[in-house]
């Protein structure tokens, strides 16, 4: 959890919000067909619902008040990796900062699949 403090008050932003936020921005780039979450009984990616894209996003939270975001996705099929990768990065560390004030230090993107079709 983030908290900021200012002469108001203070605002305490949670990991929620976090992930909410970069899973909506992660999803609406070009060539990202969802967020990913591992099945647990047999170990393959699915891709998950709109509702339940959080459960794709991971936030480690540092001591300068700083985050770091991990964010597992499935991506269509013939897509440039890389020029995938640039744009989520991009947009995920401006929509975060954007909405929250909170500085990222890092966003991971891991490519858990590829979607033909």
Known sequence: MIQQNNKQGSVSVGSNVFTEIAGN??????????????????????LLRKESMSKGVRVNFHEDNS????????????????AVGASIISEVTYKVTQCTGTKVRAVNVYIDSMMVG
């Not at 999803?27 to 393959?44: E, I, L, Q």
């Not at 985050?67 to 890389?82: A, P, R």
């Open 25 to 46: 921005a992660a999803s609406t780039c070009f060539g990202v067909k969802g967020m990913a979450a591992r099945s647990v009984s047999d170990g393959v990616f699915h």
């Open 67 to 82: 985050i770091s975001i991990d964010l597992h996705i499935i991506v269509d099929n013939g897509v440039n990796l890389s």
